[in-house]
């Protein structure tokens, strides 16, 4: 199976392979800051199942050897590498899927960093669109 993806204003496109390793929903502050949410949801797939097929994005080395990947014009976050703690694998913001069903999380990760509202944030009441 092959899923495709990309940037908010379609200059950076990607294509992914096969199945991710995991999908997991991601609270620490590094992600929050990056992304500007309280939660950013990764899929972790094998660099060699991971295809650029279009546009240059720049990378943020954001820490230690943490590199965030994200469109040069309209700044949305595509992907992430971090060899040292994860060799071989590169992680998409599973959000920026054209088709962001097709891999759901299985996992919440960095709890210890979580924002403390996050932990009821589901209790909260909800709109199909924004109230009227």
């Known amino acids: 199976m092959t ?3 990309g940037c908010q204003c379609g200059a950076v496109r990607y294509e992914v392979s096969g199945q991710p390793q995991h999908v997991m929903l991601c609270h620490c502050g590094d992600c929050r800051r990056s992304s500007g949410a309280p939660v950013v949801a990764w899929a972790a797939f094998a660099e060699a199942d991971f ?4 546009g240059e994005p720049v990378a943020y ?14 700044g949305t976050g595509t992907h992430y590498r971090n060899p040292d703690m994860l060799p ?5 913001q599973s959000a920026t899927l054209d088709n ?9 990760i ?18 199909e669109r924004f109230p009227g």
């Not at 071989?88 to 998409?92: E, S, V």
């Not at 962001?100 to 919440?108: K, M, S």
């Not at 960095?110 to 709109?127: V, Y």
């Open 3 to 5: 899923e495709a993806g």
């Open 100 to 108: 962001p069903e097709a891999f759901p999380a299985d996992a919440h």
């Open 110 to 127: 960095q709890l210890a960093e979580r924002i403390g509202w996050m932990a009821s944030a589901h209790d909260l009441p909800g709109f």
């Open 88 to 92: 071989g694998i590169i992680d998409i």
């Open 61 to 74: 080395n954001s820490s230690g050897q943490a590199w965030r990947h994200f469109c040069p014009r309209c």
């Open 51 to 54: 295809r650029l097929v279009q």
